[in-house]
C-alpha cells in the first residue's frame, strides 16, 4: 500500500471569522441577516475550513443546504433578544471587552454544561479531583486531552461549545497521560477509554502516542475509543498529512496489544460520505483493524428525514463501518433552535430503520444522553387506556436501570427527559428526581 509520502494532497486551511462575512453573502443573506449570523457567531464558537466549503455545502442550495446549515451561524439560532443586543453592539463598533462581556452572558443562560457531568461525572484520585476526565459509567472513563480540544470545523449543534469558545472556567481538559494511567489502575471495572473533544485527531500522531500508548498494558483495558468528525471534516488527516502514516501505525499497534480501536465517527448527513476522499479515508483506517461506529444527533433543518438517515446507513455499512446512535439532540446551546420532539425523532427512526437490511439495524435511537444515562424511546404505546411513550435506558449510572422498560405520559412536544411527566398509575420515572 503506498504511504501518505507517495501521495500529494491538499494543505488544511481553516475558515475563521474574518472570512465569515464574505461567506455570508456568498449564501445568499441579506445584509440584516448577515449582520444576526455574525452576533451569534460572537456567542457560539465558528471555524470551518476549504474541504467543507469546497467539497462539502451545495453553494447553489444555501443558505438551505444541510451542510451550511451545519457549520454556518443561522440569524435565529439564539433569542432574538439576545442576537439583536450583540448586533447592536457590532454596529456600533463596540470594543472587544464589551462584546466579550455581552456574549459571556448569553453563553451561561445556554446549560453550557447540561446532565451536571462537572458535578456528577469528575472523578476523584486520591480524595482530588482530577480534572479533564470523567467517569459516568462504571465500564467507561472520558479523557479530554488538552492539545485536542478543537476540531477541523465545528457544528452550529454541537453541545461541546464551551469546550470552543476562550472562556478557561468552562473547559475540560488535561495534559496529564500519567494520571490517567493511574486513575486506571485503581479502577479495574473500567474496560473502556473514550478520548474525546473537541477532536483528538487535531493532534500530531506523536502527541496522540503520548495519550494512548501508556494505556497499552492497563491490564483491565479491553478497548480504546477516539471520538471524532475528521473523517468528514478533514478525512486528509489520515490520507496525505505529513504524519498521516504515523497515525496508522499508532492505531495498528492498540491493535496489536490485543485491545479494541474503535473510532466514534461522527456524521451527519449522507453527503459527508460522498467525496471520493472520505470514503479512501474509512478505508485506511478500517485497514489498521480499527472499527468505525458512526453516530450523529437529529438535527432540524439538517438530518430531520427518514430518508437521509436510511441512506447515511447504508453507506456507512457499504463501507464497513457500524451504525451505532442516532441521538437526540442535547439540551444545550441552541436547542430551542434544532432540537425535534421526541415524537417525531422516533417516527424518523422508526421510518429510516425500516429501509435499511439487518446489517444496519446495529443503530440504535433516539437516544438522551441525560444525566441519569442513556434513554431510548422505544415508541408510543396505549398503556391502561392512555398513550404513552415507552423507553429504556441503554446505559445508566445506576446499572440497575439499564434495559427496564418504563412508561411516561404522551407529549407531542417533549423534547428531552426532563419535560416528561410520568404516566399516572405507571410510577415515578426512574432515574429522575
Known sequence: MPTSRDRTGPTFKAVTMPQLAGLLARAGLDPADQLRARAVATVL?????????????????????????????????????????IARLLSAGAAPGELQAAAHAVRMRLNPHPGEQLSLNTPRLNGEPVHGMQHKYPETVLFFPQQGQTCHAYCTYCFRWPQFVGEPDLRMASSDADTLRVYLLAHPEVTSVLITGGDPLIMSSAVLARYVEPLLDVPHLESIRIGTKALSYWPHRVLTDPDADDLLRLFERVGSSGRTLAFMAHYSHPRELEPESARRAVDRIRGTGAVIRAQAPLIRGINDRAEDWAVLWRRLVAQGAVPYYLFVERDTGPQDYFAVPLARAHEIFRDAYAQVSGLARTVRGPIMSATPGKVQVDGVAEVGGQQAFVLHYVQARDPDLVGRPFFAAYDPSARWLTELKPLPGAGPLPGVD
Open 45 to 85: 464558537p465558528f471555524r470551518t475550513n476549504s474541504y467543507v466549503v469546497d467539497e462539502l455545502i451545495d453553494w447553489d442550495a444555501a443558505p438551505d443546504d444541510p451542510i451550511y446549515r451545519l457549520v454556518f451561524p443561522q440569524p435565529d439560532m439564539l433569542p432574538a433578544a439576545d442576537v439583536n443586543r
